[in-house]
């Protein structure tokens, strides 16, 4: 699915005044810490369970529902006054990444003793309401605002601009698929791995390190995360010791060794989460939340604890597993092994996943061409069909967090040219220069490819495929399409092939194409061609476009059998080993999050 966008009222729309530093301290101060966080865990759970199903009738009800609980009587007349005709559902007053930035301001300046408890006082709650309005206009100032203003001489800097300040709200609103990416990291790790030999073997060391095997870690991961996206909304808001995990009893099936080293890695303290936020940082804080996903649980009592944000639990079964892993390494040589192995493990599994798709396709795919005159790669994949063919590049990097959350886009762009860009080797650079050999202009030595005929080949579609979501987003997208058209301004080529600008596709968009693809349903070739008709310019997302293209054809949504099925299996494994019973086999999965 496409990304959700979140508004949201602020205190300056309401009152003309943007609240100060000292207004919000004030307010948070009379608060006490422990309770306070918990009862913004809670809510994010709320909204969580929200997110992960999708209707629009209980988005309303549950953002009537906080608006009774934390917004007083004057407060409320005064967003009546202010947003009353727009919807709850347009116009959200809670929402994660400002609940995210609150409980960081809780964590550093609540009152650790004698505070006021929200959860049990109704003037409290009504104080948390004004602190929680009063937060939403910190993510956003005048600084930001002139980075984006259309008098900004530069539309590059614009776009670029606008992703840094949206980008992390995208991340924390849109957590993956809780499906794909479980039995995306089970294939990459207990089956691609295995086949290839990596240079690095992270299911023999990861144990070494944490004393835990990595698929005992993912099982305990998507075994607490169950215990979340089952929950019933009202159930959790009559009964809110729901929110809680009893960290000694939970998994009282599993080996109890496994039970505390996993939890030595996922769970943290509030005067831990203090230490780290106290450290200066050049991150900016409404986009920083590092120290939450690292460990995104916190104990909130001796045998208690809370998720900060179902969604960090659930980036533990993707980009989050390559963290975890990551941190337990000891060296920087083993880091580097892991970033080189990681690479090559992704552009397994995408080639893996499109070869299944098109297995029986009208289209033919090819995975890893090489050159005929020196056998080097020449593309991770492409697809061939009659005049067309798609040319493609795998990355599965990540961006520096310097890059992703400082708000510095001179850090962001060489951080993104360096890996997927214009950098020498990145993704659009290898794209265009290889186009540039395979379709130079006649009376120039062309090169060709071991087994793939691209005689008859008039219209070439550069892709990049990727696991970073602030590179896959349609706003960097853009910037990226302009970025290619210069590098291909200095190719020389034949100019009866068109070469157009590139797609950039997140690894699930590969994934939600399998089941079209393998069925029949739609044509790869045809699909891409009509996105590539409708152009680069404004900010469509290839979700977006998915969508409409399905509808116009009046296809009904597909789900992938093979990963379904995968899942279950993964589910029954998980149901066994921690609960000591099989999953019921006519029981609905855990339904898949937005991704």
Same mark, same amino acid.
């Given at each position: *699915?496409?990304?959700?966008?979140?508004?949201?009222p602020?205190?300056?729309?309401?009152?003309?005044?943007r609240p100060?530093e000292?207004?919000?301290l004030?307010q948070?101060r009379?608060?006490?810490?422990?309770?306070?966080?918990?009862?913004l865990?809670?809510?994010n759970?709320l909204?969580?369970?929200?997110?992960?199903h999708?209707d629009?009738?209980?988005?309303?009800?549950?953002?009537?529902?906080?608006?009774?609980t934390?917004?007083d009587e004057?407060?409320?007349?005064?967003l009546?006054?202010?947003?009353?005709p727009?919807?709850?559902?347009d116009?959200?007053?809670f929402?994660?990444?400002?609940?995210?930035?609150? *409980?960081?301001?809780? %964590?550093?300046?609540?009152?650790?003793?004698?505070?006021?408890?929200?959860?049990?006082?109704r003037?409290?709650?009504?104080?948390?309401g004004?602190?929680?309005?009063?937060a939403?206009? @910190?993510?956003f100032d005048?600084?930001?605002?002139?980075?984006?203003?259309?008098?900004r001489?530069?539309?590059?800097?614009?776009?670029?601009a606008?992703?840094?300040?949206?980008?992390?709200?995208?991340?924390?609103?849109?957590?993956?698929?809780?499906?794909k990416?479980?039995?995306?990291?089970?294939?990459?790790?207990?089956?691609?791995?295995?086949? %290839?030999?990596?240079?690095?073997?992270?299911?023999?060391l @990861?144990?070494?390190?944490?004393?835990?095997?990595?698929?005992?870690?993912?099982?305990?991961?998507?075994?607490v995360?169950?215990?979340y996206?089952?929950?019933?909304?009202?159930?959790?808001i009559?009964?809110?010791?729901?929110a809680?995990?009893? %960290?000694?009893?939970?998994?009282?099936e599993?080996?109890?060794?496994s039970?505390?080293?996993?939890?030595?890695?996922?769970?943290?303290?509030?005067?831990?989460?203090?230490?780290?936020?106290r450290?200066?940082?050049?991150?900016? =804080?409404?986009?920083?939340?590092?120290?939450?996903?690292?460990?995104p @649980?916190?104990?909130?009592?001796?045998e208690?604890?809370?998720?900060?944000?179902?969604?960090?639990?659930? !980036?533990?079964?993707?980009?989050?597993?390559?963290?975890?892993i990551?941190?337990?390494?000891a060296s920087?040589e083993?880091?580097?092994?892991?970033?080189?192995?990681?690479?090559?493990?992704?552009?397994?599994?995408v080639?893996?996943?499109?070869?299944?798709?098109?297995?029986n396709?009208?289209?033919?795919?090819?995975?890893?061409?090489?050159?005929?005159?020196?056998? $080097?790669?020449a593309?991770?994949?492409?697809?061939?069909?009659?005049d067309?063919?798609?040319? *493609?590049?795998?990355?599965?990097?990540?961006?520096?967090?310097?890059?992703?959350y400082?708000?510095d !886009?001179?850090? @962001?762009?060489?951080?993104?040219?360096?890996?997927?860009?214009?950098?020498?080797?990145a993704?659009?650079?290898?794209?265009?220069?290889?186009?540039?050999?395979?379709f130079?202009?006649?009376?120039?030595?062309?090169?060709?490819?071991?087994?793939v005929?691209?005689s008859s080949?008039?219209?070439?579609?550069p892709?990049?495929i990727?696991?970073?979501?602030f590179?896959?987003?349609? %706003?960097?997208?853009t910037?990226?399409?302009?970025?290619?058209?210069?590098?291909?301004?200095?190719?020389? *080529?034949?100019?009866?092939?068109?070469?157009t600008?590139?797609?950039?596709?997140?690894?699930s968009?590969?994934e939600?194409?399998k =089941?079209?693809?393998?069925?029949?349903k739609?044509?790869?070739?045809d699909?891409?061609? $009509?996105?590539?008709?409708?152009?680069?310019?404004?900010?469509?997302?290839?979700?977006?476009?998915?969508?409409?293209?399905?509808?116009?054809?009046?296809?009904?949504?597909m789900?992938?059998? !093979?990963?379904?099925?995968?899942?279950?299996?993964i589910?029954?494994?998980?149901?066994?080993?921690?609960?000591?019973?099989?999953?019921?086999?006519?029981?609905?999965?855990?339904p =898949?999050?937005?991704?």
């Amino acid at each position: *699915m496409s990304p959700i966008p979140i508004t949201y009222p602020t205190w300056k729309e309401t009152f003309g005044v943007r609240p100060t530093e000292d207004q919000l301290l004030d307010q948070i101060r009379h608060l006490d810490r422990l309770h306070t966080f918990w009862l913004l865990a809670r809510i994010n759970i709320l909204l969580a369970l929200d997110r992960l199903h999708r209707d629009p009738k209980e988005t309303i009800s549950l953002q009537t529902h906080l608006v009774n609980t934390f917004i007083d009587e004057e407060l409320f007349e005064s967003l009546k006054k202010k947003f009353g005709p727009e919807s709850l559902l347009d116009r959200q007053p809670f929402h994660s990444l400002q609940i995210l930035m609150l *409980m960081k301001r809780v %964590i550093l300046e609540g009152a650790r003793e004698g505070g006021i408890r929200p959860d049990v006082d109704r003037e409290g709650a009504h104080r948390l309401g004004r602190c929680l309005l009063m937060a939403s206009d @910190f993510l956003f100032d005048e600084e930001n605002s002139q980075a984006i203003s259309v008098s900004r001489p530069s539309s590059k800097r614009r776009k670029i601009a606008l992703q840094l300040q949206v980008g992390s709200g995208i991340e924390v609103n849109n957590p993956p698929s809780i499906d794909k990416s479980t039995v995306r990291s089970d294939i990459v790790f207990n089956e691609i791995a295995e086949k %290839i030999g990596a240079k690095l073997d992270v299911r023999a060391l @990861f144990p070494v390190r944490t004393g835990l095997n990595l698929e005992a870690y993912v099982d305990l991961v998507f075994g607490v995360l169950t215990h979340y996206t089952i929950l019933d909304s009202a159930e959790l808001i009559e009964k809110t010791g729901l929110a809680c995990v009893n %960290i000694k009893t939970y998994f009282a099936e599993a080996d109890a060794n496994s039970v505390e080293r996993f939890w030595q890695l996922e769970l943290t303290t509030l005067d831990d989460l203090e230490e780290i936020l106290r450290k200066p940082s050049l991150l900016k =804080p409404q986009h920083d939340f590092i120290a939450f996903r690292q460990k995104p @649980f916190v104990q909130v009592g001796e045998e208690d604890a809370v998720p900060i944000h179902v969604g960090f639990v659930q !980036e533990k079964l993707e980009s989050g597993l390559f963290w975890s892993i990551f941190h337990s390494l000891a060296s920087d040589e083993e880091r580097a092994s892991l970033f080189r192995d990681w690479g090559y493990l992704f552009e397994q599994y995408v080639s893996q996943t499109l070869r299944q798709a098109l297995e029986n396709a009208p289209e033919t795919y090819f995975a890893f061409p090489k050159f005929t005159d020196n056998d $080097e790669e020449a593309f991770d994949g492409i697809v061939v069909a009659g005049d067309y063919c798609v040319v *493609m590049e795998y990355k599965g990097g990540f961006l520096k967090a310097e890059a992703k959350y400082a708000e510095d !886009e001179d850090e @962001f762009i060489r951080d993104t040219d360096k890996k997927f860009g214009a950098g020498k080797k990145a993704g659009l650079e290898q794209l265009c220069r290889k186009v540039g050999a395979v379709f130079a202009p006649k009376g120039r030595q062309k090169r060709l490819l071991h087994g793939v005929d691209l005689s008859s080949v008039k219209v070439v579609v550069p892709m990049l495929i990727v696991q970073e979501p602030f590179i896959s987003s349609e %706003i960097t997208a853009t910037y990226l399409a302009e970025e290619f058209g210069t590098l291909k301004r200095k190719q020389e *080529m034949d100019p009866s092939i068109t070469c157009t600008f590139p797609l950039i596709l997140d690894v699930s968009e590969v994934e939600n194409l399998k =089941p079209y693809l393998s069925s029949a349903k739609i044509s790869f070739i045809d699909c891409i061609m $009509e996105r590539i008709r409708i152009g680069s310019s404004g900010f469509l997302s290839f979700g977006d476009f998915l969508r409409e293209y399905l509808n116009e054809r009046k296809i009904v949504p597909m789900k992938d059998s !093979e990963t379904s099925e995968r899942f279950r299996l993964i589910m029954n494994r998980v149901s066994k080993r921690f609960f000591n019973r099989p999953f019921p086999p006519n029981e609905e999965a855990v339904p =898949p999050a937005n991704g």
